[in-house]
């Protein structure tokens, strides 16, 4: 791997890290308390006057925030050469491109009508679905590496979306509260919940198959060029 691609890794690591530290630190320190103008809903507690302690267990319960944990690590461990090519780097690998991905479209059509941020929660907002998605979408399209994506690890990288759903479900119908609008059981009933939670899974697997097509396509580029180059 060439030093400009680990030193694009490392920024798109820096930004992701940075912005969860920011975010956690807002959660933990309740800079932003609720807006009593904003009417209450079944959101999570770190939008309520709830502890330190369910604050912090309310911010690593977010989809975006395991994508955004995911992705950090695996930029690291790219931009430190340490990324071996294994089974389950496979799999983290191809979590991290769904899952933010995923974290990115799914904020932008759903969610990001209905935000309410103030002061630094549009810059954590922005790193986390906005910015950090496009970095990590940007350096896999740059620089790969390639051939590491395949058809197994496209369905393997469902698991880790999976467990968080069931937990989110479980949690949610234990404390009268979710993550997200759309899981709320008791407001929409847990038929429509599934429905749209598999029409976002379908959504992935189709975003999955379109970076497994676009990494065969820039790996037989790249071996055309290199072949070219040594001709």
């Known amino acids: 791997m060439t030093t400009t691609a680990k030193r694009w890794f490392g920024i798109t690591a820096a930004v992701l890290w940075g912005g969860l530290a920011l975010n956690l630190g807002l959660d933990i320190f309740h800079v932003y308390p609720r807006d009593p103008?904003?009417?209450?809903?079944?959101?999570?507690?770190?939008?309520?006057?709830?502890?330190?302690?369910d604050r912090v267990v309310d911010f690593f319960s977010y989809f975006t925030i395991w994508s955004n944990i995911i992705a950090a690590y695996v930029c690291t461990k790219l931009a430190q050469g340490t990324f071996h090519d294994t089974p389950r780097n496979r799999i983290l690998r191809a979590d991290s491109l769904l899952m933010m991905s995923v974290s990115g479209i799914v904020y932008q059509l759903l969610l990001a009508p209905s935000a309410h941020l103030r002061g630094l929660q549009y810059v954590t907002n922005a790193t986390e679905h906005s910015v950090g998605p496009l970095l990590v979408v940007g350096t896999f399209l740059a620089f790969g590496p390639r051939?590491?994506?395949?058809?197994?690890?496209?369905?393997?990288?469902?698991?880790?979306?999976?467990?968080?759903?069931?937990?989110?479900?479980?949690?949610?119908?234990?404390?009268?509260?979710?993550?997200?609008?759309?899981?709320?059981?008791?407001k929409y009933g847990i038929v429509p919940v599934l429905t749209t939670v598999a029409m976002i899974i379908a959504f992935g697997i189709a975003l999955g198959f379109v970076f497994l097509g676009l990494d065969r396509a820039l790996g037989r580029r790249a071996a055309v060029e290199a072949t070219a180059g040594e001709a």
Do not use: C, E, K
């Open 37 to 53: 103008s904003i009417p209450m809903d079944s959101t999570l507690l770190a939008f309520t006057d709830a502890s330190a302690v």
């Open 147 to 186: 051939g590491r994506l395949q058809l197994a690890q496209v369905f393997s990288a469902l698991l880790i979306p999976i467990v968080w759903l069931l937990y989110s479900l479980a949690r949610g119908g234990f404390i009268g509260a979710y993550p997200y609008d759309f899981l709320n059981v008791a």
